[in-house]
């Protein structure tokens, strides 16, 4: 079962940033949060992971609490493609990504 | 595109079928993997594949049957499968999977019915 809990929907409105937040308040030391994405029917895509610092890349900000026990992943200028299901995970295991039920993004005008 | 692809991306069969699912990565990477998602269900991991040996195998039912021959290709074999294995069927690689820092990269999927 997936450690982690988001909550099941959000909104946005486009050109805004889209913080989505997630509780992980279980995971280990040595354990990365990853960001994930999956746009309807298609793969998971990957966006951004990270362990103790914040993070930054083309696609996104992570923004981790120094506890580790929860993060934000934020869009800074959200727009009508990021609408998708966003999933926050800890790895748990060898190979093992363990995918809970995301929170459902949607980006309106 | 993630440099994942898996053919076919669309496939109905009937319960007494035999097909397979293809999977090919142009990454460089030596682990993949086969995940399932079902309607409304999460992402469940089913097989996963490091250096062409299968070091993990999530009871999945033995009408699926994986194949690596190589590390850039995996197949998922399907024989008298059911209606409830109606699903998205996707697959992944990574560098080498033994590392916590091991980013997955996911192909499109192929979209299976059962009749």
């Known amino acids: 079962d997936a450690k982690t809990t988001q909550p099941p929907s959000m909104d946005c409105a486009e050109g805004r940033a889209a913080n989505l937040p997630c509780n992980h308040s279980t995971i280990s030391g040595n354990e990365y949060v990853y960001w994930y994405r999956q746009i309807h029917s298609q793969g998971p895509q990957y966006i951004i992971h990270g362990l103790k610092n914040n993070e930054t890349n083309e696609m996104a900000s992570l923004i981790i609490t120094e506890d580790r026990k929860s993060s934000t992943l934020i869009l800074p200028h959200a727009t009508l493609r990021d609408t998708a299901v966003y999933y926050c995970i800890d790895r748990t295991s060898y190979g093992k990504l363990t995918f809970g039920q995301g929170t459902i993004l949607t980006v309106h005008p | 595109e993630t440099g994942v692809t898996q053919t076919p991306r669309h496939l109905v069969m009937g319960m007494t079928n035999k097909k397979s699912l293809k999977c090919e990565q142009h990454l460089g990477h030596n682990a993949m993997y086969w995940y399932k998602q079902s309607a409304k269900k999460p992402l469940e991991l089913m097989f996963v594949?490091?250096?062409?040996?299968?070091?993990e195998n999530n009871s999945v039912p033995s009408r699926f049957s994986p194949e690596c021959p190589n590390s850039s290709h995996l197949f998922l074999h399907l024989h008298t499968l059911q209606p409830e294995d109606s699903a998205l069927y996707l697959c992944a690689s990574s560098q080498d999977g033994a590392s916590k820092v091991d980013t997955q990269y996911f192909g499109p999927g192929t979209r299976l019915t059962v009749l």
């Open positions: 594949y490091s250096l062409e040996e299968r070091v």
